[in-house]
């Protein structure tokens, strides 16, 4: 048996659905045209109204996420941040959206007000929330890479750069700093293609010259990299006296790799001019001899003599200083030429590779980028996003961990080193007795005794040393010392690395311990 539904039956059923359907959507609008009444007033200046008007409708329903999104707005025109903040999260919370009330939108707004309250964790988490809702949302995933990039999470940073560059191919900004990213992650060829590209898209960009620059000097590329930062040295884009200063240190080292020996003492002697006139005593020592090496490579030596009398003055005690001085004369004379090792065993060649080397650390061109940022935080990973993390175990990684200790060392001022010097010997198994005389800026002298024997003395030379290796001279020097003070036993500690001639003089003399390099990094973990 079948059953019919009666014509008339049939049309009044669908009209009272037609009535229901009309009649909700003429309520919401209503409503809709409530609120937006209400937010104009707001904007005209009656808040006062326009909050009655909301709050009514919010009392009656909290529930309903309209009177929230409209007193959120409200909030914002008066500056009223954590009133919007409260308001987005009980939207968040009901979990009720419309094509008004847009999920990515709120997301996105809660996670830009944690980020201007430094509440960095949040924001992260609410970045996060948008792009899985729209993976190729171009803002959130900006702050997700930067955040990322900001708190030296390379691979992290890398997973959101890659759609990001895609999503918005012309912002020359996300170029670079993903160049930079993949020279973190040792993808060299990668952040030359990034940073060049960074280059293309605003020619007037100096962090992007520059860092492209850096680059290729690091790939050893001498010619490329300052075909690219001659124009920033020619035209001075900048008067900013450290931009200067690092720009004008990176141009010396490329010319001196392209063999423009010229043009590289010019750019020396300009680093010289901006350290003496800015009075930053720590880069005038490495200014000066950056100068007078550059000096012997184009034949200038008064220029090299000038550089070499000052820092004698300044340290009479610097035996680098002293064996550079005689190589000085045995260059003027004729005896030997730049490219031949010194009657005293002085080979320049030795001296410019470590030269070279400490121009520019190997995250120097994380540093330089500005990228890196004050506040720490940490970022909520999630079980992929840990795994990148744990892949992060490459040479630079590490070289970060070791670099950290020797430069928090290096960089010691007088009465914290000599309490860290305190503590080095004390870990070493000594007493400190008394302080030595001495004269530099970059170290200091003592004489200890050992723990289990005090009849056993030692002379301890503590040295803040980077850019010069420790010599036989040195050594030599060394001993005589000890026998001067009556040491059995005698340390040099410094971060450098020994010389050919320093090596086999310690296979020859037994009494004394050389603390440098891993050993050093070791010993500074445990104090530090």
Not at 20 to 31: L, N, P, Q, S
Not at 47 to 76: C, G, W
């Amino acid at each position: 048996m079948t059953y019919s539904i009666p014509l008339a039956n049939l049309l009044l059923t669908v009209f009272s659905i037609i009535m229901f359907v009309a009649g909700f959507f003429i309520f919401i609008r209503d409503k809709r045209s409530i609120f937006h009444r209400a937010f104009k007033m707001a904007q005209s200046g009656d808040s006062v109204k326009a909050r009655e008007i909301i709050q009514s409708r919010l009392t009656k329903n909290r529930n309903d996420p309209f009177p929230h999104y409209y007193m959120a707005l409200v909030d914002s025109l008066e500056g009223k941040t954590d009133q919007v903040l409260n308001h987005l999260l009980e939207i968040k919370r009901i979990g009720h959206f419309e094509k008004e009330i847009n999920p990515s939108d709120i997301f996105l707004k809660i996670g830009t007000i944690y980020y201007d309250q430094n509440k960095l964790n949040e924001a992260f988490l609410y970045f996060k929330e948008v792009i899985q809702i729209h993976p190729y949302h171009e803002a959130s995933l900006a702050y997700l890479a930067f955040l990322s990039i900001g708190q030296r999470e390379f691979n992290l940073a890398e997973k959101y750069f890659r759609p990001l560059v895609q999503t918005a191919p012309d912002v020359s900004e996300y170029h670079i700093a993903r160049g930079v990213t993949q020279a973190m992650l040792n993808k060299k060829q990668k952040a030359i293609t990034s940073l060049q590209k960074g280059v293309s898209l605003d020619p007037e960009n100096e962090t992007a010259i520059f860092l492209a620059s850096l680059m290729f000097f690091n790939m050893r590329q001498g010619k490329k990299a300052y075909q690219i930062i001659r124009r920033y040295v020619e035209e001075r884009l900048t008067m900013d006296p450290y931009i200067s200063y690092i720009v004008h240190r990176l141009a010396a080292a490329c010319c001196y790799m392209i063999q423009d020996y010229q043009k590289s003492l010019k750019y020396a002697q300009t680093c010289l001019s901006i350290v003496l006139a800015q009075e930053w005593r720590e880069q005038e020592r490495d200014s000066r001899i950056s100068t007078f090496y550059q000096a012997f490579f184009a034949a200038d030596y008064q220029e090299a003599e000038d550089m070499l009398l000052s820092l004698e003055v300044r340290d009479p005690e610097d035996t680098l200083i002293l064996l550079f001085s005689d190589f000085r004369r045995e260059l003027k004379e004729g005896k030997l030429t730049v490219e031949k090792i010194s009657e005293r065993g002085l080979d320049l060649k030795y001296y410019m590779k470590k030269w070279l080397k400490t121009r520019f650390s190997d995250d120097a061109i994380y540093e330089l980028s500005g990228l890196e940022q004050e506040i720490k935080f940490d970022i909520p990973f999630s079980k992929e996003e840990q795994s990148l993390k744990n892949i992060f175990t490459n040479k630079i990684g590490r070289k970060k961990v070791q670099g950290s200790f020797i430069k928090q060392f290096n960089s010691l001022e007088t009465l914290p080193f000599l309490d860290v010097c305190n503590r080095l010997i004390s870990e070493l198994g000594f007493v400190l007795q008394e302080r030595l005389k001495y004269t530099g800026s970059d170290g200091a002298n003592f004489l200890a005794k050992k723990k289990n024997n005090l009849k056993i003395s030692a002379l301890f030379q503590i040295r803040k040393w980077e850019d010069y290796p420790i010599s036989d001279i040195f050594l030599r020097d060394h001993q005589s010392y000890m026998k001067e003070q009556q040491a059995e036993l005698g340390f040099v500690i410094a971060s450098s690395k020994l010389t050919i001639g320093a090596e086999q003089e310690l296979n020859k003399e037994t009494h004394i311990t050389v603390v440098n390099e891993k050993n050093l990094v070791k010993l500074l973990a445990k104090i530090l």
